[in-house]
């Protein structure tokens, strides 16, 4: 199984982004998939959680301005991030509870003033 993250990017402080997650195999639907963040000097934090039967979990850090979601169809889960802020800045990283050694590359994120 391999991931891949992708959408990060710089945007300013109060902005948007939408993170995507792919997997090589069919697998989103039928797993716990999270997304986790890890910002420079700091541990990798989990910030949200997708159940396969739809029912969603988050940090309080980013709770109320960050959603994820998943699209069966393409095999795909997302992050929308609102309401950026300057501690969002990290790399933010996709897994998939039953693999959880597999982590990809991850997608940076960074929000300026």
């Known amino acids: 199984v391999q991931l891949q993250a992708s959408g990060g990017g710089l945007v300013q402080a109060g902005g948007s982004l939408r993170l995507s997650c792919a997997a090589s195999v069919i697998i989103f639907r039928a797993n716990v998939v999270s997304w986790y963040r890890q910002a420079p000097g700091k541990q990798r934090e989990l910030l949200a959680t997708?159940?396969?039967?739809?029912?969603?979990m988050y940090a309080d850090s980013v709770k109320g301005r960050f959603t994820i979601s998943r699209d069966d169809a393409k095999n795909t889960v997302h992050l929308q991030m609102n309401s950026l802020k300057l501690e969002d800045t990290a790399i933010y990283f996709c897994?998939?509870?039953?693999?959880?050694?597999?982590w990809g590359n991850g997608t940076l994120v960074t929000v300026s003033s």
């Open positions: 897994n998939v509870a039953a693999f959880k050694s597999v």
């Open positions: 997708i159940t396969s039967g739809g029912n969603t």
